[in-house]
Every structure is written in structure tokens, then in C-alpha cells.
């Protein structure tokens, strides 16, 4: 065993006394590496919002939706399944919710009024493919214009941009869509239809909508932030374009004096397109293609650049 001397005491505590001093002094010198390096690394992978950065109109909208394509598709998964959570049908009234339409609208226009349709098309298809369209433009528009105010919750407590819960909804309703189409198909093939190649070009128009619709719902966003009624008067509107839309007639029973309302309704260009790709097998004509087009873009261009300017003093108010 070995004895330390006096001396060799004293100098062992002094030098214990010493590692005490700097032992606190070298933890905390540690911590604050740490705390530094962890701090670097936050600053380097967060993203951060800054309320006064100007906003680019369009190309700031298509970025985010872009960047956050992931919170999209959660987005449209979620109006997907919430739609028919509570009913005992479920899924199965995206189907059954068009077939009872077409139904009653066939024995009213089709057994009692008899409306003949050019081209030997069997009345059911050419009246449940105009449904389908217009059903997909009316859920799209009032979905995408109600979105934002409907999401208010989040949007005052978390920055989101806002313009993701219009494309979503929006894009919801075309999933929908799609997904109803089967029906018109199965249709088609039980009267003797079928289908034909063109059939593989109808996301072409369903796109074209899916960019009207968008359009459409920021403009109605900009201003059922402030004026809750414009979704209301949004409805009946969309009512009465469906009306001049020849879903359920044909336009041949439009009087000449009041062809031109039919003619300048966008959404008779998108029904001449889809119907001539989903079932009659033929390419449009090149009018109603290059205004379906052009409506399309003119619409999201607005929609996006109204929104973009009106956003700061609308999320004042929300």
C-alpha cells in the first residue's frame, strides 16, 4: 500500500481543486459546441416564411403547389375518404350518385319527350356523359372557391400556402371523376357503343377543367373571404351555365336566334371534346379544342394572379 506525504497530499488536493475548477468550465464549453452545431443544422434544413416578401403572381403559386405536392396529395386523400365517411354506401355513391341522375333524367327527356340525338347515340350515353362533366365542374369550382375559408383554422395558426387547399379540392373532384367515368364505360359497352381508341386522350379535356375550375375557384376564394355569400350566388350561377350547356338536349332544338349563348359557354367546348374522345371516336374540331384550351389558361392566369395580389389583405380578414 502506498502512503502519500504531507506534501504529496497537498498537491494531489491542490490539484483536484484545479480539475473541480475546470471540469464545469470544459462541460459548458461542450454544450455550447453542441448547442451551436445543433443550431447551424436547424438554420440549414428549415424553411422559414417572411410575411414582407413579395409574392411573384404565378410563378410563386405553381412553387408552392410544387413544393408541397406532398401535403396535395394528402389533401385530395383526405376529400376523398371524408366525402361519404358517414354513409353506409360509401365509395359506391360516386357511382350511384350519376346513375340515379341519368335515370330520372331518362325517363323524363328521353321516354317523354323523346329527344332524338344525331349520330344513332343511344340517349343514356349522350346524357350520362354530359352529367359526368358537368357534376365534375360543379363539385370542382364550389369545392376549390369554399376551400380556404373552410380551412381558416389552419391558415391563421400555421403558414400554409393557401393556394394548395383550392388546387387540392379541385383535384379532388377530378379524381372523382375518373373514377365515375367506368360507369359511362360499362354504359357504352352494354348499348353497343364500346370504346374507342380516342378514349385514351380523355385526360386532355379533364386536365383543361381541372385548370378552369382551379382558375375559377381562387377567383371565388378571393372574394367568400370577405363576402361569404358570393359561394351561394356561385351555385346558381353554375345552374344556369348548366342550363346552356347541352347535357341532357340536343342542340339541334336551339333555336338559331339562340345559338350564340350555347356557342360562346366554354363548357360546350369541353362536353363537344370529351364526348368525341370518350365515345363518339373522332378528333374535335379545332374550334372547340382551341377554346377549351384558351379558356382553360386565360381562367388560371386569372384566377392565380387575382389571388396573388389579394392574398395579404384577405388573410387579414379570414
Known amino acids: 500500500m502506498t502512503t502519500l506525504s504531507g506534501s504529496s497530499r497537498f498537491r494531489a488536493a491542490k490539484g483536484d481543486s484545479r480539475n473541480d475548477t475546470l471540469a464545469p468550465i470544459a462541460l459548458e464549453s461542450c454544450h455550447l459546441v453542441c448547442y451551436t452545431s445543433l443550431v447551424r443544422e436547424f438554420l440549414m434544413s428549415t424553411t422559414y416564411y417572411d410575411s414582407d416578401k413579395a409574392r411573384r403572381p404565378l410563378i410563386s403559386e405553381f412553387q408552392n403547389i410544387w413544393n408541397n405536392r406532398a401535403l396535395v396529395r394528402l389533401l385530395v386523400g383526405r376529400d376523398l375518404t371524408v366525402r361519404y365517411k358517414r354513409s353506409i354506401l360509401g365509395v359506391w355513391w360516386t357511382f350511384l350518385n ?3 341522375t341519368t335515370g330520372v333524367m331518362w325517363i323524363v327527356f328521353g321516354q317523354f319527350f323523346r329527344f332524338e340525338i344525331p ?3 343511344p340517349y343514356i350515353v349522350y346524357l350520362l356523359s354530359g352529367i359526368l362533366l358537368l357534376t365534375y365542374f360543379a363539385q370542382a369550382t364550389l369545392a376549390a372557391g369554399s376551400a380556404i375559408v373552410n ?10 400556402p393557401p393556394e394548395v387547399f383550392s388546387f387540392s379540392a379541385a383535384t379532388a373532384a377530378a379524381v372523382n371523376f375518373l373514377i365515375s367515368l ?3 364505360l360499362i354504359v357504352q359497352l352494354v348499348t353497343g357503343v364500346g370504346i374507342p381508341w380516342t ?5 386532355v379535356p379533364v386536365v383543361a377543367m381541372l385548370a378552369l375550375t382551379a382558375g375559377l375557384g381562387l377567383l371565388i376564394a378571393s372574394a367568400a373571404v370577405r363576402f361569404f355569400d358570393v359561394i351561394d350566388f356561385s351555385g346558381v350561377l353554375i345552374q344556369a351555365i348548366s342550363y346552356l350547356t347541352p347535357t341532357f338536349y340536343p342542340i339541334s332544338i336551339v333555336p338559331d336566334s339562340w345559338l350564340w349563348l350555347i356557342h360562346i359557354n366554354p363548357l360546350y367546348s369541353y362536353l363537344v371534346v370529351f364526348r368525341g374522345f370518350v365515345y363518339e371516336g373522332v378528333m374535335p374540331p379545332g374550334w372547340s379544342f382551341a377554346y ?6 386565360l381562367t388560371l392566369v386569372l384566377g392565380v394572379w387575382v389571388f396573388s395580389r389579394s392574398w395579404k389583405s384577405l388573410v387579414v380578414v379570414l
Open 98 to 100: 350519376p346513375m340515379l
Open 119 to 121: 349520330g344513332d347515340v
Open 151 to 160: 380551412s381558416a383554422g389552419i391558415l391563421t395558426k400555421v403558414y400554409v
Open 182 to 184: 367506368i360507369i359511362l
Open 199 to 203: 378514349v385514351v386522350l380523355v385526360p
Open 292 to 297: 377549351m384550351t384558351l379558356s382553360a389558361v
